[in-house]
């Protein structure tokens, strides 16, 4: 069974920072991975996502994260920490079937805040 | 807006009440899947359907809750009899296929108070 650790509940950043959230995921198979971001009081928005050929993956908003099978991580940057970046990240994985569903699970999340 | 629309986006009920969720998908989506988000935690999967189908409730409670999506109108969650370990965030969201790889897009939640 699939399932997505990521270190630290809460991450503190200054503005202009750069921001590292840390995705590591159990996978039997070669999984899907996606970072997903929440704002307050807000649906889930996809950021990214990894499903095969090219391990970093570049996504909205300046992120990016890449895609290492022997660390089993899916770790999530960008260069520079906007205010706006401040929300919640969820890393998620799924198994990578071709043909076929299965379904996404979620980490616990990562809330981001941004010093000024 | 196109947008994955979830009604309502507040609900409030007192324990032994029932509860009805509502979440209409993307125009052309007709996948639709149902989490719980409980304070401090990550989304949990709870089932996910296709127009009349069932396809995985796996991540369903096997008493009080139920979910259906009929052929025309939008998706509904019911919990009945609800406690107060039942109040969260609900969110669905929609896919256009039923493959893994596809983005889901997600509504603005229901957030669920049992008094």
């Known amino acids: 069974a699939q399932s997505v650790t990521q270190l630290g509940s809460h991450v503190s950043v200054s503005e202009g920072a750069l921001v590292l959230l840390r995705c590591n995921y159990s996978s039997s198979v070669p999984p899907y991975l996606f970072w997903y971001v929440q704002y307050p009081n807000q649906g889930l928005q996809l950021l990214l996502k990894y499903t095969t050929g090219a391990t970093l993956v570049k996504g909205i908003n300046g992120f990016e994260a890449e895609f290492k099978k022997s660390e089993t991580s899916f770790h999530l940057t960008k260069p520079s920490a906007h205010m706006s970046d401040a929300a919640e990240y969820f890393c998620?994985?799924?198994?990578?079937?071709?043909?076929?569903?299965?379904?996404?699970?979620f980490g616990p999340g990562t809330s981001l805040s941004v010093i000024p | 807006n196109a947008g994955v629309m979830q009604n309502p986006r507040h609900l409030v009920r007192r324990r032994g009440q029932e509860a009805r969720l509502r979440c209409s998908p993307m125009k052309g989506h007709s996948h639709v899947y149902w989490y719980r988000q409980l304070p401090e935690e990550g989304l949990k999967f709870m089932v996910y359907?296709?127009?009349?189908?069932?396809?995985?409730e796996s991540g369903m409670p096997k008493e009080r809750f139920s979910a259906e999506f009929p052929k025309e109108g939008p998706s509904i969650l019911r919990i009945q009899q609800v406690v107060r370990g039942d109040s969260a965030a609900y969110f669905c969201a929609s896919t256009e296929g039923g493959h893994s790889a596809n983005e889901q897009f997600f509504g603005p939640g229901t957030r669920l108070t049992v008094l």
């Open positions: 998620a994985v799924s198994v990578g079937r071709k043909t076929s569903y299965d379904k996404v699970i």
């Open positions: 359907l296709q127009k009349e189908n069932i396809i995985d």
